[in-house]
């Protein structure tokens, strides 16, 4: 899958982190340059921009303070600029499908950073892993939230921007471990919660980290990997800002979530499709 360019052996813990940023770069593999920071199989900063440095930049200030010894990886090519900010951060693992050779120059000045190219290679169909005496195997999720799938169940509709928005974060929430809830705004992550036992819990805390890096998250969208059995994270997401919401929908009190929004004009859309990374 790759050609190893520099750097230590990969770890049992880099290569899951390795693994999961595959994974989610591969959401992103044909959009505008793109690039995410992952720490412990969970991205901490994702961005869209005109330029590869730009994405970088905007990746890294989601969380410059998870960055630290992340894996960053992007999905076009990293140039000299681009490298030179890197540089900057100490990280395990920069993955990219090419470089210039001034930035391998540059990201080579770390002994042990790793330098990978990721080759254009199928990923795998299955997931399998341990499980108790045997093994779990399933069909991989291969479905990716598109705009053809989205339900509008509110009176307000999400503007043009906000679907972009919406789309952006829910690629994000299926790669992100459940409990999960995700803030983008203008195609930038700006806190997720993640791997919390009470949804209730996994917003709040992308709420304390949106605050905590100085993110309005004003006009922001949200994304759920699950459902809203009760209308709490609706009213606790509106009140921090948020303007439109993507969830799979199914609960049998949707509708308590669905009225708080038609009641605050919070758009709402439903994808019929539940994530749910375990």
């Known amino acids: 899958m790759f050609t190893k360019l520099h750097g230590k052996e990969l770890s049992y813990n880099n290569l899951l982190d390795v693994d999961a940023a595959v994974n989610l770069m591969n959401e992103f593999k044909n959009n505008e340059p793109t690039f995410a920071i992952l720490k412990h199989n969970n991205a901490c900063g994702l961005a869209t921009r005109a330029s590869m440095k730009e994405a970088y930049l905007d990746a890294l200030a989601g969380d410059p303070t998870s960055a630290f010894g992340g894996v960053l990886i992007a999905n076009g090519n990293i140039d000299l600029a681009t490298a030179e900010e890197i540089n900057k951060l100490f990280c395990e693992v920069v993955i990219a499908p090419s470089y210039d050779q001034e930035a391998i120059d540059i990201l080579e000045e770390k002994k042990n950073r ?95 980290k949106a605050k905590s890096f100085e993110f309005d998250l004003t006009g922001a969208v949200m994304a759920s990997d699950a459902f809203f059995p009760f ?48």
């Open 114 to 208: 790793i330098i990978l190219v990721i080759n254009d290679v199928a990923l795998p169909t299955k997931n399998v892993r341990t499980c108790l005496n045997g093994i779990l195997v399933q069909d991989k999720d291969n479905i990716t939230d598109s705009k053809d799938i989205l339900k509008k169940v509110t009176l307000t509709a999400p503007t043009e921007e906000e679907i972009e928005d919406l789309l952006f974060a829910s690629k994000i929430c299926k790669h992100t471990k459940s409990n999960t809830i995700v803030f983008a705004k203008n195609r930038q992550l700006c806190a997720s919660g993640t791997g919390q036992t009470s949804r209730v819990d996994a917003l709040n805390q992308a709420i304390e």
């Open 231 to 278: 209308p709490d994270c609706v009213e606790i997401a509106n009140k921090a800002g948020i303007t439109a919401i993507i969830q799979p929908g199914g609960s049998i009190k949707d509708e308590l979530s669905i009225n708080y929004c038609n009641d605050n004009k919070v758009a709402m859309v439903m994808t019929g499709v539940r994530h749910f990374k375990h």
